[in-house]
């Protein structure tokens, strides 16, 4: 602890998992997977049920306030990371009726190793400014037919500000802006020099006065 001006802390944790949830994704596959197919040669996606999974990892976070640097003394930092390694257990891939209890071990679903974020603030009399910039590691997001197949997130990292200003003690007019680089999602196949999809949305912002009874 920084006295009442900060803190910094760490932490270590270990999740398991039973029966997750993912989605499967099956190309030029017919429809539905199992007796007679209605229709042949379509993508079909499935939530599935996985057997198991085991997640562990490491947290980091920094907490002050600037006061100790004259200049500096109306602003604050905020910084945090954590790191988290996944394995998870689902039917394989390659399994039939001779192996149907097969198993292949993938990365959990949904779980980037890397998440981060790391924020300044300004807080003044009147006037206060915070700006965010927030990363999130790229991800698997749904298991395909093979290996080749599989569907990953791209990472991104998004920059948001925030401020506001008190006209009065119980008036204060408010400004937020979000995704102000106009971060793309961006979707990969396999490798990251296959992108599949990439979408923009820009920034959005919202404003306007909150009152205090």
Request: glycine share 8%; proline share 2%.
């Amino acid at each position: 602890y920084f006295g009442s001006d900060g803190i910094v802390s760490a932490g270590l944790f270990h999740k398991k998992l039973d029966d997750f949830i993912y989605r499967r994704i099956m190309f030029n596959s017919a429809y539905p997977l199992s007796g007679t197919p209605i229709a042949t040669g379509i993508d079909v996606t499935q939530a599935q049920n996985g057997n198991e999974a085991n997640l562990s990892g490491v947290g980091l976070a920094l907490q002050r306030r600037l006061n100790f640097i004259p200049v500096l003394k109306h602003f604050s930092v905020y910084l945090n990371y954590t790191y988290t390694k996944s394995s998870a257990t689902i039917q394989s891939r390659g399994a039939n009726s001779a192996n149907a209890s097969a198993t292949e071990e993938i990365r959990l679903p949904g779980q980037s190793s890397n998440i981060g974020n790391a924020s300044l603030a300004y807080e003044g009399k009147k006037f206060s400014l915070r700006s965010s910039l927030n990363f999130n590691g790229s991800f698997l997001s749904e298991v395909g037919s093979t290996k080749e197949a599989d569907i990953y997130v791209k990472s991104r990292m998004q920059l948001d500000a925030s401020g506001s200003y008190s006209i009065t003690d119980r008036i204060r007019f408010f400004a937020e802006m979000m995704n102000i680089t106009n971060q793309p999602l961006e979707v990969y196949q396999s490798n990251k020099s296959q992108t599949i999809q990439r979408e923009f949305y820009s920034f959005w912002s919202r404003f306007g006065i909150k009152f205090n009874l």
